[in-house]
Each structure stands twice: as C-alpha cells, then as structure tokens.
C-alpha cells in the first residue's frame, strides 16, 4: 500500500530561523513526483515545492529546500529565514493510483514566532 | 477566472438533506478533482474527472455520494440524505495535465450535518 507518514503534528519556530518538517513514505513505484502543500487557515491548498524521484539534486524554491533521500524514502521540507506567513499547515503529497489521485500525510502545524 | 472557486464556502444542513457543492475550474484546465478533509486530517481522494469523464471513483464513501463535471469545465459534488460523518472540508483542484502537474486548490466548502 502507498503511505505518506508525518510524524511530527505540531513544530514552531522563531522568525528568522530554520525548521525542517519530516516526510517518509512507501511506494513500489519508480519514477514519481513528491510534493509539499502549505495550506494557511484560509484552507486554500497552495503548492510550496515540487521534487521528481529520478532527479538526484534536491528541489529549490526561495527560501524553500527539500532533502530527498530516495533509498530512505524521505522527504523533508527545509524553511529558511522563517516568516510570520509561513505560519500554516503543511502536508507531503504523492501521487498514487496511475497518477489519477494524490495520496496525503496527516500534515504538520507549523507557528512561527516572532 | 483567475482561480478554482468553489461555492458555498459554508453549508450547513440537517441530517438526512441532500447538497450540493460547486467547483468552478480554472480555465483549459483538462483534470479535476474532490477531495474530503475531516478536521485534524489531510485531505483523502473522493474521485477524479479529465474533462467530462470521470476516471475514478474510487474515493467516494458511499452510493449517497454523486460527482458529475457534464460539459468538462464546473463540477458538481452531490451528497444525499447527509449523514453526520460527512461533516467535513469538501476541496476541489484543477490541473493542466496529470496529477505530477501543479494542482490548484479552491478554498472548499466546510459541510457541517448537524
């Protein structure tokens, strides 16, 4: 069975600072795309990162950085120089069932602090 | 329009009503799709639509369950005779291709079954 797992519920930060929020998973698959989704009270879902499995360089975006370990099946997510905005939820995310789903971890409530 | 929009934002009805909740996609957007988000949880795939024709249903709970997208563009998620278990965030997502694509989320409907 494909499984996303986020063992962390809750995680808070200082302004400024770095916070990386964990990620494994389980898949027969080889070729994939992982994802991660902030999603702000607001409760819209809005893409933060995307990294595909047959890449070996770890995704970047601004101050967003993922460490992939394919072998390990982990994908954790990297929050540098935090802001007040990244105060949210966020959730790993793969696809699943001949790409037609996404299969979600339970998410991670991330406060920053100022 | 500019983003997935879904209406209403909130709906509350009595045990046994039926709803109906909108998505409007973002335009050219060729998948879709309907996730439900119980409180504390990630969301879990209900079904998916590539253009008018719906490719999996898998996800939905029940027959009380009925999602239709008839000219390929606005969807419509049915639920009849609510139950108290359907209480939940009802997410809607637009993508150009594929689930490995961007998707991009409305700010769901929040059913309450009281």
């Known amino acids: 069975a494909q499984t996303v797992t986020q063992s962390q519920p809750e995680m808070s930060v200082q302004e400024a600072e770095t916070v990386t929020l964990s990620c494994t998973y389980d898949?027969?698959?080889?070729?994939?795309?992982l994802f991660w989704y902030k999603q702000p009270p607001s409760r819209q879902m809005i893409l933060v990162i995307r990294?595909?499995?047959?890449k070996q360089q770890n995704a970047t975006e601004n101050r967003f950085s993922v460490n992939f370990q394919k072998a390990a099946k982990s994908f954790s997510l990297k929050i540098s120089d935090s802001q007040l905005g990244d105060t949210a939820m966020y959730f790993c995310?793969?696809?699943?069932?001949?790409?037609?789903?996404?299969?979600w971890g339970l998410g991670t409530s991330l406060a920053v602090n100022p | 329009g500019a983003g997935v929009s879904q209406s209403p934002r909130y709906k509350v009805a009595k045990r046994g009503q039926d709803v109906a909740l909108r998505c409007d996609p973002i335009?050219?957007?060729?998948?879709l799709f309907w996730y439900q988000q119980a409180l504390g949880q990630g969301p879990e795939f209900l079904t998916y639509?590539?253009?008018?024709?719906?490719?999996?249903k898998s996800g939905l709970p029940s027959d009380r369950f009925f999602a239709e997208r008839p000219e390929g563009s606005v969807s419509t998620l049915k639920i009849q005779r609510t139950q108290q278990e359907d209480s939940a965030v009802y997410l809607c997502?637009?993508?150009?291709?594929?689930?490995?694509?961007?998707?991009?989320f409305g700010q769901g409907t929040r059913l309450t079954v009281v």
């Open positions: 639509f590539q253009n008018e024709a719906q490719l999996d």
């Open positions: 997502a637009s993508s150009v291709g594929t689930v490995n694509t961007e998707a991009f």
């Open positions: 995310a793969f696809p699943a069932g001949n790409n037609r789903k996404l299969i």
């Open positions: 898949t027969s698959e080889n070729n994939y795309y």
């Open positions: 335009s050219g957007h060729v998948s």
């Open positions: 990294q595909e499995a047959y």
